[in-house]
């Protein structure tokens, strides 16, 4: 049955319509929530399955064949994705349960969680330019009601900055879609890359990528994260947690999707423009990494490290560049994803998430201690954990590529990241403790979750060899767009 | 014709980023919805404006206009539509509690 590929998108979006109708009902909410997280995560294994046995798979809307209908496309890179999406948003989901006030579960949190996931899995399987930006709609107004929903001071003020932003970016992502629909007269993503081609991708069309460049930039915080830092500490580390795991990967998915199916003629030009952007990237995120003393954004800048990095493997492009790009991709979502619920137990526990006011936490929570310090060393990247095979593939892709200079700076930035996490572990679990009256807290299903995560991550690190087969089937179809057309556009 | 649509685009497009870079709140939630408008336009203007019959069949026309892009504004219109009203709401509840609406005024660490 092909409509497999709609029921990642289908499941959350009657999941979120259903949740409506029991506001009142927060228990009730929780179990309905995690049932259909959980049969996410089996869809998505199905998916990659038949994907893995089959081959690409594509889903036409209404019967109507591509280009006129719109079509869902899964190849292995989004099926991946929407996998990696729904375990970490599983794990969040039940961190929610313990960590976001009561007030808040009764006004249609986990509503908005379930729309916000239907954008995005949305987005990782639409085939169509137009489609993409109705789910990224989907994602952000979602976003918009998540990182405003409590209404306290800091969040009325980051949620105006950050709607701003995205009301510009929206913005200009219609306006380039008009430009390329007068341009090459198509909107399908595999009809699109086939006109550019016989176009010849040309000066025009070289404005339009490099206005969809800023369009997705502006999404994924590549270089243009001046808006990141401040809104992702506004919102509870639950919702940071989701922000921070899956809404700048989604704007990196979209570049990477359209700097390898679409606007692939001229890499001399657009590709060199990723390449600096990540460049400045990785930079200004590990000054300002480095630079603060409060977790959320300490956390938020590697949030925008990783941004970077994962952006030096798509210019690189390079097979092997492409295959660690979709390898450190998949690591990223799930390690931040833990990195803001471990912050977010260490921001409950010690009361505060001002650095200089912790210390001494690994004489009561030794195990978030050890957790905390063996996911730091999994995001720099050392070898047993799953940071270590993206990065060496999008190191060796670089190299083959000759980008010596951009190499240096992304294994450079590995080491801000390590700085700046060892220095939250060192001030936060070693140390004396304050004085004071420290809040009791109970950690059982957090920690349970954590290490659920933990697992998951280390685990990646081990089975590399097996998780490289999936990964080289998806890195393929990055490489040779046309394996992407020939699915789409059957003759 | 295209010509003229294109400079109306662009005059709404600046003095939306002329709103949206002023202080208060208000004036930036309204450059917002020009730019909106502006984009709009562009959408339309950019599929071509040769003249035709409107796109509904049994009118007998020879040609008619291009159904999608109009198609596409009605989405994106209801789109902005929804995010213009959260944008409003949100400034009047930044209004309440924060007690003004200059963008400027209300930085701070304070939560």
């Known amino acids: 049955m092909s409509n497999l590929l709609a029921l990642p998108i289908l499941i959350p979006l009657c999941t979120a319509v259903i949740l409506i109708f029991m506001k009142e009902r927060v228990l009730l909410q929780r179990f309905i929530s995690t049932v259909s997280a959980i049969l996410?995560?089996?869809?998505?294994?199905?998916?990659?399955?038949?994907?893995?046995?089959?081959?690409?798979?594509t889903l036409q809307m209404g019967g109507w064949a591509p280009p006129y209908g719109i079509v869902f496309v899964g190849d292995m890179f989004a099926a991946l994705l929407v996998l990696t999406a729904s375990v970490v948003s599983l794990g969040i989901l039940i961190y929610s349960f313990r960590s976001?006030?009561?007030?808040?579960?009764?006004?249609?949190?986990?509503?908005?969680?379930?729309?916000?996931?239907?954008?995005?899995?949305?987005?990782?399987?639409?085939?169509?330019?137009?489609?993409?930006?109705?789910?990224?709609?989907?994602?952000?107004i979602s976003s918009y009601a998540l990182i405003s929903l409590g209404g306290t001071k800091l969040q009325l003020r980051e949620t105006s900055k950050y709607l701003l932003i995205n009301i510009v970016s929206s913005t200009l992502f219609?306006?380039?879609?008009?430009?390329?629909?007068?341009?090459?007269?198509?909107?399908?993503?595999?009809?699109l890359s086939q006109r550019v081609a016989e176009a010849g991708q040309g000066g025009v069309l070289n404005v339009i990528a490099v206005l969809f460049l800023i369009v997705f930039s502006l999404k994924a915080g590549l270089f243009l994260f001046f808006w990141l830092p401040g809104s992702y500490s506004a919102p509870?580390?639950?919702?940071?947690?989701?922000?921070?795991?899956?809404?700048?990967?989604?704007?990196?998915?979209?570049?990477?999707?359209?700097?390898?199916?679409?606007f692939v003629n001229d890499p001399g030009l657009t590709h060199t423009w990723v390449a600096w952007m990540a460049a400045a990237t990785m930079i200004l995120g590990?000054?300002?990494?480095?630079?603060?003393?409060?977790?959320?954004?300490?956390?938020?800048?590697?949030?925008?490290?990783?941004?970077?990095?994962?952006?030096?493997?798509?210019?690189?492009a390079t097979p092997d560049a492409l295959n660690g790009a979709v390898f450190y991709l998949l690591h990223d979502i799930l390690a931040k994803g833990l990195m803001f619920v471990l912050g977010g137990i260490i921001i409950t526990a010690a009361g505060t998430d001002q650095l200089k006011d912790m210390g001494g936490l690994i004489k009561r929570y030794p195990l978030i201690g050890w957790m905390f310090f063996t996911l730091a060393l999994a995001l720099v990247g050392i070898p047993p954990l799953s940071g270590f095979a993206g990065k060496v593939l999008?190191?060796?892709?670089?190299?083959?590529?000759g980008m010596l200079t951009l190499s240096l700076i992304g294994l450079g930035s590995s080491f801000l990241v390590l700085y700046s996490l060892i220095k939250v572990f060192r001030l936060a679990f070693w140390g004396n403790e304050p004085e004071g009256n420290l809040p009791k807290i109970k950690l059982k299903s957090v920690s349970t979750v954590a290490a659920g995560l933990l697992v998951l991550v280390i685990l990646m690190g081990i089975g590399a060899d097996w998780v490289y087969s999936y990964v080289a089937q998806a890195g393929d179809v990055l490489a040779h767009p046309t394996l992407y057309i020939e699915a789409v556009i059957k003759e | 014709m295209e010509l003229i649509m294109v400079v109306a685009v662009g005059i709404l497009f600046t003095i939306g980023v002329y709103l949206i870079l002023s202080k208060s709140l208000l004036r930036i939630v309204l450059g917002t919805s020009l730019l909106t408008h502006g984009v709009h336009l562009l959408l339309l203007t950019m599929a071509g404006l040769k003249t035709g019959a409107a796109p509904v069949l049994g009118?007998?026309?020879?040609t008619y206009v291009d159904p999608l892009p109009q198609a596409l504004i009605l989405t994106s219109i209801v789109i902005s539509f929804g995010v213009t009203a959260f944008f409003f709401v949100?400034?009047?509840?930044?209004?309440?509690?924060?007690?003004?609406?200059?963008?400027?005024?209300?930085?701070g660490e304070e939560r």
């Open chain 2, 59 to 62: 009118g007998k026309a020879e």
């Open chain 1, 286 to 316: 590990g000054l300002g990494a480095v630079a603060y003393n409060d977790i959320p954004r300490i956390f938020n800048y590697n949030v925008i490290i990783s941004v970077g990095f994962v952006a030096f493997g798509l210019a690189a």
């Open chain 1, 40 to 57: 996410n995560i089996m869809i998505a294994l199905v998916l990659i399955y038949r994907i893995h046995s089959g081959g690409i798979q």
């Open chain 1, 394 to 401: 999008i190191t060796r892709g670089g190299l083959d590529a």
């Open chain 1, 100 to 140: 976001i006030d009561a007030e808040r579960e009764r006004f249609y949190y986990y509503t908005f969680f379930h729309f916000l996931l239907v954008g995005v899995y949305g987005s990782f399987l639409t085939g169509d330019m137009f489609n993409l930006f109705v789910f990224f709609e989907v994602m952000l």
């Open chain 2, 90 to 107: 949100l400034a009047y509840r930044s209004y309440q509690t924060l007690g003004t609406d200059e963008i400027d005024s209300v930085k």
């Open chain 1, 236 to 262: 509870p580390s639950a919702i940071r947690a989701l922000f921070g795991a899956l809404l700048t990967k989604v704007g990196l998915y979209a570049i990477i999707r359209t700097f390898t199916l679409i």
């Open chain 1, 174 to 191: 219609v306006a380039a879609v008009a430009y390329l629909y007068a341009a090459v007269g198509t909107l399908n993503m595999a009809h």
